[in-house]
């Protein structure tokens, strides 16, 4: 992969004075008139707050504690587990839409930013409650703590627009996007040594898993906070469109009773009112249908959240399953798996990092098509590779296209999506990523429950994703889908 020279990351050039030092220059330059570097400082630091959630909860501790403890090994417990993700999932594909028009008409995403981390702190703190037995608490925690996060990832998002240039997307992307695997990183290695110190005292995983959620939701409270002290809101309230007028009566939907819309509503700031109309899952499908085809007047971004569909899908696989194949293909022990994943992110950070500079300089689908190529090799690796050096290796290069590919599909969401509705639209990107990781790891799971265990014709046929992806990628035309973007926001002035 060629990468480009690059430059401190941003919170070491934070931290110098803001005058006119060439590094100064080069931030300024990347971003829009009146946007101050601290902002773009913020919103990095928030991709470094919530990725230790999903490094430390969903992939590499109370995944396994979840199993293991609060299931007590049972044979449906990993089932539990990849079900409640599934249905996590589920209700973000459907809430997220109406929340993102919601947020759009009433210039109102930091508001929702706000709710979505108290409410994945919160959750994540209460998995510190958790103990053997305690199946339903866990499975209502992991479900709260996930759709909050996966409402946060979109909203936080959805700010790339409004900071960087159209032609620095692709830069300031990747910084948050290798901001967020350092975060991920640093929650993961304080963890690893509350784990091994315990185990050294003789301590279970009853007392130490507890320790490393309070950690989590404790750094991701605390990096968060220059978010909502430096970020600006810049987005006017769009009441015009049909979509965001319709808003405020959808934004709660995913709820089935009235008095439970109502309570969401007013946490929201949306009136009672409008929350109580139409309520339920086909108010939910009414929105979801309206923002999809709002998308036929965007060709090329419709054709980009297939594309992610299929490519996410084969990252999901990467990212929910990896450990696994690790210990049942490789015979990795529990040390190797967790340097493991220190490694996937160390490269994750680097690729994201770098491959930004490479991404303005090349252009968006191009470097997205890099990606996917480098995905297909990791795939191949990884089914031939026969050593745990060969892994090793296969998982050096998920890192470095996993970094690059989710910080390219989100510039070029940006770069599409027209400025008037970027919370509905990167609302539509988190839904087919939402979709993705629904679709990916089921089938995964299917090709192994039919092959009775066959993981290495499982990992082949995730590479079957990033072909179709790349297939669908060639038809996105970048000129065409920014103009008819650029046009849309001229009939709106």
Same mark, same amino acid.
């Given at each position: 992969?060629?990468?480009?020279?690059?430059?401190?990351?941003?919170?070491?050039?934070?931290?110098?004075?803001?005058?006119?030092?060439?590094?100064?220059?080069?931030?300024?330059?990347?971003?829009?008139?009146?946007?101050?570097?601290?902002?773009?400082?913020?919103?990095?630091?928030?991709?470094?707050?919530?990725?230790?959630?999903?490094?430390?909860?969903?992939?590499?501790?109370?995944?396994?504690?979840?199993?293991?403890?609060?299931?007590?090994?049972?044979?449906?417990?990993?089932?539990?587990?990849?079900?409640?993700?599934?249905?996590?999932?589920?209700?973000?594909?459907?809430?997220?839409?109406?929340?993102?028009?919601?947020?759009?008409?009433?210039?109102?995403?930091?508001?929702?930013?706000?709710?979505?981390?108290?409410?994945?702190?919160?959750?994540?703190?209460?998995?510190?409650?958790?103990?053997?037995?305690?199946?339903?608490?866990?499975?209502?925690?992991?479900?709260?703590?996930?759709?909050?996060?996966?409402?946060?990832?979109?909203?936080?998002?959805?700010?790339?627009?409004?900071?960087?240039?159209?032609?620095?997307?692709?830069?300031? *992307?990747?910084? /948050?996007? &290798?901001? #967020?695997?350092? =975060?991920? !990183?640093?929650? %993961? @290695?304080? $963890?690893?040594?509350?784990?091994?110190?315990?185990?050294?005292?003789?301590?279970?995983?009853?007392?130490?898993?507890?320790?490393?959620?309070?950690?989590?939701?404790?750094?991701?409270?605390?990096?968060?906070?220059?978010?909502?002290?430096?970020?600006?809101?810049?987005?006017?309230?769009?009441?015009?469109?049909?979509?965001?007028?319709?808003?405020?009566?959808?934004?709660?939907?995913?709820?089935?009773?009235?008095?439970?819309?109502?309570?969401?509503?007013?946490?929201?700031?949306?009136?009672? *009112?409008?929350? /109580?109309? &139409?309520? #339920?899952?086909? =108010?939910? !499908?009414?929105? %979801? @249908?309206? $923002?999809?085809?709002?998308?036929?007047?965007?060709?090329?971004?419709?054709?980009?959240?297939?594309?992610?569909?299929?490519?996410?899908?084969?990252?999901?696989?990467?990212?929910?399953?990896?450990?696994?194949?690790?210990?049942?293909?490789?015979?990795?022990?529990?040390?190797?798996?967790?340097?493991?994943?220190?490694?996937?992110?160390?490269?994750?950070?680097?690729?994201?990092?770098?491959?930004?500079?490479?991404?303005?300089?090349?252009?968006?689908?191009?470097?997205?098509?890099?990606?996917?190529?480098?995905?297909?090799?990791?795939?191949?690796?990884?089914?031939?590779?026969?050593?745990? @050096?060969?892994?090793?290796?296969?998982?050096?290069?998920?890192?470095?296209?996993?970094?690059?590919?989710?910080?390219?599909?989100?510039?070029?969401?940006?770069?599409?999506?027209?400025?008037?509705?970027?919370?509905?639209?990167?609302?539509?990107?988190?839904?087919?990523?939402?979709?993705?990781?629904?679709?990916?790891?089921?089938?995964?799971?299917?090709?192994?429950?039919?092959?009775?265990?066959?993981?290495?014709?499982?990992?082949?046929?995730?590479?079957?994703?990033?072909?179709?992806?790349?297939?669908?990628?060639?038809?996105?035309?970048?000129?065409?889908?920014?103009?008819?973007?650029?046009?849309?926001?001229?009939?709106?002035?």
């Amino acid at each position: 992969m060629p990468l480009a020279r690059v430059t401190p990351p941003v919170a070491l050039r934070y931290r110098l004075p803001m005058n006119s030092t060439p590094t100064s220059s080069r931030l300024r330059g990347a971003l829009n008139p009146g946007v101050r570097p601290r902002e773009v400082f913020a919103w990095s630091l928030y991709d470094f707050a919530n990725s230790g959630y999903t490094t430390v909860v969903l992939t590499a501790v109370f995944n396994a504690y979840f199993v293991g403890v609060v299931a007590g090994n049972a044979s449906w417990a990993t089932l539990a587990w990849t079900g409640t993700l599934s249905v996590s999932y589920l209700i973000v594909m459907l809430a997220m839409p109406g929340l993102g028009a919601w947020a759009d008409s009433r210039g109102a995403k930091k508001r929702l930013l706000a709710v979505s981390s108290v409410g994945c702190i919160a959750a994540t703190a209460s998995l510190a409650l958790v103990g053997p037995g305690g199946l339903w608490l866990a499975v209502a925690a992991v479900i709260v703590s996930n759709v909050c996060f996966s409402i946060g990832e979109s909203v936080i998002a959805a700010f790339l627009p409004e900071l960087a240039r159209p032609e620095a997307l692709g830069r300031v *992307s990747g910084w /948050g996007w &290798s901001f #967020g695997y350092f =975060g991920g !990183m640093l929650t %993961l @290695g304080l $963890s690893l040594l509350i784990v091994t110190r315990s185990q050294a005292a003789g301590e279970t995983a009853t007392h130490f898993v507890p320790l490393t959620m309070l950690l989590t939701a404790g750094i991701f409270a605390i990096a968060a906070v220059p978010v909502f002290v430096f970020l600006k809101e810049r987005s006017a309230p769009q009441r015009g469109g049909a979509v965001a007028n319709s808003a405020t009566a959808t934004a709660t939907r995913t709820a089935t009773s009235p008095d439970a819309a109502a309570a969401t509503a007013g946490a929201l700031g949306v009136p009672p *009112s409008a929350a /109580g109309k &139409s309520l #339920g899952f086909m =108010g939910v !499908m009414r929105q %979801l @249908g309206a $923002s999809w085809r709002a998308t036929k007047a965007f060709p090329d971004f419709r054709n980009l959240l297939i594309c992610g569909v299929f490519y996410q899908a084969g990252i999901a696989v990467v990212i929910t399953l990896a450990a696994v194949y690790a210990e049942q293909v490789m015979k990795f022990q529990q040390a190797q798996i967790m340097m493991l994943v220190f490694l996937v992110n160390i490269t994750a950070a680097a690729g994201a990092f770098s491959f930004g500079f490479v991404q303005d300089r090349i252009g968006h689908r191009a470097a997205l098509a890099a990606t996917l190529v480098g995905w297909i090799a990791m795939v191949l690796t990884a089914y031939f590779a026969q050593t745990p @050096g060969g892994f090793w290796a296969a998982a050096a290069l998920a890192g470095l296209c996993m970094g690059s590919s989710q910080s390219a599909g989100r510039a070029m969401t940006g770069a599409l999506a027209p400025a008037t509705r970027l919370g509905e639209f990167f609302a539509l990107w988190t839904f087919a990523t939402r979709l993705a990781a629904i679709i990916g790891p089921l089938t995964y799971g299917m090709v192994t429950w039919i092959t009775d265990g066959n993981h290495r014709l499982g990992i082949l046929i995730t590479g079957v994703f990033f072909v179709i992806g790349l297939l669908v990628l060639t038809r996105i035309d970048m000129r065409r889908g920014e103009a008819l973007r650029v046009a849309q926001a001229g009939q709106v002035a």
